[in-house]
């Protein structure tokens, strides 16, 4: 019996904690913290080849004869031209800006890469220019993204500004939500 009454004593003390009878032991957002921030996508897509950048999260590379391609982890891909000659460096000519990307693989003309769940074929014999010719929506598995990967704290998902593809860290003023 005295078993029985520890058990009950422990689910009371929890339940009651759900139905808000004792103090939330959360404490409040600072000011400025770090804090968890969602990344979206929308079903519009625009590829242009822009001015070169720096990169912010360096993916995979895949060289051709003339160029070398390397994907800015969910933000692009970076496209540098190979150097002619021993004596020169490779130049980053252009950034070819598609969010959410995280691979990418060239065959002749043709750069493949994902846009979220879709998967993308782009002509880029003038990587200056690059022009999308397919579209395969769905042919990755979506991941559950309404939370981020670790607890803390972190910016409220809002389902209006799309699908989510990832979570970065950075400083945020009093994130809502904490996990």
Avoid at 6 to 17: E, N
Avoid at 88 to 108: D, N
Wanted: with cysteine; charged share 20%.
């Amino acid at each position: 019996m005295k078993r029985l009454s520890g058990i009950s004593l422990a689910a009371v003390l929890l339940f009651s904690g759900c139905f808000g009878l004792l103090p939330d032991t959360r404490s409040k957002p600072p000011e400025n913290a770090e804090a968890y921030v969602p990344f979206y996508v929308s079903g519009d897509l625009t590829i242009t080849g822009e001015q070169p950048r720096a990169t912010i999260s360096p993916g995979k590379i895949y060289a051709t004869d003339r160029y070398i391609f390397q994907n800015d982890i969910q933000y692009g891909i970076h496209v540098i031209e190979r150097a002619s000659e021993p004596d020169k460096k490779a130049k980053k000519i252009a950034f070819l800006q598609i969010p959410s990307s995280t691979e990418v693989a060239v065959k002749g003309d043709i750069l493949y890469t994902n846009y979220a769940d879709d998967l993308l074929a782009i002509n880029i014999s003038n990587p200056l220019a690059p022009r999308l010719i397919k579209r395969l929506p769905n042919v990755f598995p979506p991941v559950n993204q309404h939370y981020p990967p670790f607890n803390g704290y972190f910016v409220c998902p809002d389902k209006s500004k799309g699908t989510i593809v990832y979570w970065g860290l950075q400083k945020e003023q009093k994130p809502a939500c904490q996990r």
